[in-house]
């Protein structure tokens, strides 16, 4: 990062206030429960990650193993993670206007697709949304034509497009994932 009073840290249940604040100020047309951000957190506790600066939370990620194929709905709890993950999804990624263009976004999506690699899932997924095809495409992510979810994808909005982003070939096999499981 350019800036050494940015940072990302673990995301802890203390921070969901702050995450709520940050979701409705960033996407303030896309509206998910603090149920549903709290989910996220708890089920996958080492792919939440508040971005801060000067100790002041300006961003999060929520993000965590999923099913290539599928797209979690908008505002809709999981309940439990997929057994037979083999993606990674990148739920949601935003950063207040203070905090953008200082390779904040960027290094975050470079340490998760570490992550993924890791774990040994194939790729990464995301819904894009707000006009985001570009970053996305900047990091390696495509849209990819996903007829059988229109109708989730809609629940974003219509302009929403499923993006793929595959992995390198990883050494371990397809690891099953338990919630709070990293």
Known sequence: MIHPDVAWRAMTGYDLAAVETIANQ????FFESAEV???RQRLY????YLLEIGDKPAGYVLS??????SVPALNALLGELPAAADTYY??????LPVARRVGAASHIVGALAKHAAAKGLASMSLV??????GFWRKHGFAVQ???ALERVLAGYDADAR???????AAAAPRLAFAAGEG
Not at 64 to 69: A, D, F, K, M, Y
Not at 162 to 168: D, E, G, H, N, T
């Open 90 to 95: 990148l739920h949601d990624l935003a950063l």
């Open 145 to 147: 034509e996903a007829p």
């Open 128 to 133: 894009a949304v707000n006009g985001s095809t």
């Open 64 to 69: 965590h193993p999923w099913r290539s194929g």
């Open 162 to 168: 499923l993006m793929v982003r595959p992995l390198a």
């Open 26 to 29: 960033v996407h303030p047309d």
């Open 37 to 39: 951000l709290g989910e």
């Open 45 to 48: 506790r080492d792919g939440c």
